[in-house]
T-cell receptor, first 118, second 111 residues
Framework: KAGVTQTPRYLIKTRGQQVTLSCSPI?????VSWYQQTPGQGLQFLFE???????NKGNFPGRFSGRQFSNSRSEMNVSTLELGDSALYLC?????????????????FGPGTRLTVL | GESVGLHLPTLSVQEGDNSIINCAYS??????FIWYKQESGKGPQFIID?????DKRQGQRVTVLLNKTVKHLSLQIAATQPGDSAVYFC??????????FGTGTRLLVSP
């Protein structure tokens, strides 16, 4: 079974631009969560989508948004990029919502998209 | 590969030693905890989890211990191997059903 895939793997943008990142979850997984990873702040939760609905949201400004399609693939968008948005953006998928601690519902992470804002 | 963290605490061990990685969590209401391993250039990989109604859980070469009294979690790796070199994160599921990750510990295993 293929793992979580993210595209693109690397991206360079300039301040003020906007960017869209894509995540394809493991087949059959309906939940996709997005995280931002930086050396200073570590791994921080952005939002989670389940059955095309945003289920949970972290403490990020409205410039960060996302969506999920009927095939569970998800995209996240960052508008008006700032230098501080440079980070590794990770998505993770699970069968059910990430809040469920049922056996077999662990999150599987993709390799991430490295975004550099110049 | 990507730099996961420039200022992470580092644990250096010799191959064959047992490693213990510690994590202090913040929320006494957290009911579920996970350990992840992240190798350079890769996303975090699930290692083992534990629910708050347990104090110990064992996997293959790994054991997680939970001390709710002092809000402390530890990951023990038996017979550490060079392939275990990575950054290890603990995560807690808070009352808002979000996963909150710790800052991570870098494990370096020397042959």
């Amino acid at each position: 079974k293929a793992g979580v895939t993210q595209t693109p793997r690397y991206l360079i943008k300039t301040r003020g631009q906007q960017v869209t990142l894509s995540c394809s979850p493991i087949s059959g997984h309906r939940s996709v969560s997005w995280y931002q990873q930086t050396p200073g702040q570590g791994l921080q939760f952005l939002f989670e989508y389940f059955s095309e609905t945003q289920r949970n949201k972290g403490n990020f400004p409205g410039r960060f948004s996302g969506r999920q399609f009927s095939n569970s693939r998800s995209e996240m968008n960052v508008s008006t990029l700032e230098l501080g948005d440079s980070a590794l953006y990770l998505c993770a998928s699970s069968l059910r919502t990430s809040g469920s601690i049922e056996i077999g519902n662990e999150q599987f992470f993709g390799p991430g998209t490295r975004l550099t804002v110049l | 590969g990507e730099s996961v963290g420039l200022h992470l605490p580092t644990l250096s061990v010799q191959e064959g030693d047992n490693s213990i990685i510690n994590c202090a969590y913040s929320n006494s209401a957290s009911d579920y905890f996970i350990w992840y391993k992240q190798e350079s250039g890769k996303g975090p990989q699930f290692i083992i989890d534990i629910r708050s109604n347990m104090d110990k859980r064992q996997g293959q070469r790994v054991t997680v211990l939970l001390n709710k009294t002092v809000k402390h979690l530890s990951l023990q790796i038996a017979a550490t191997q060079p392939g275990d070199s990575a950054v290890y994160f603990c995560a807690e599921r808070t009352g808002f059903q979000k996963l909150v990750f710790g800052t991570g510990t870098r494990l370096l295993v020397s042959p």
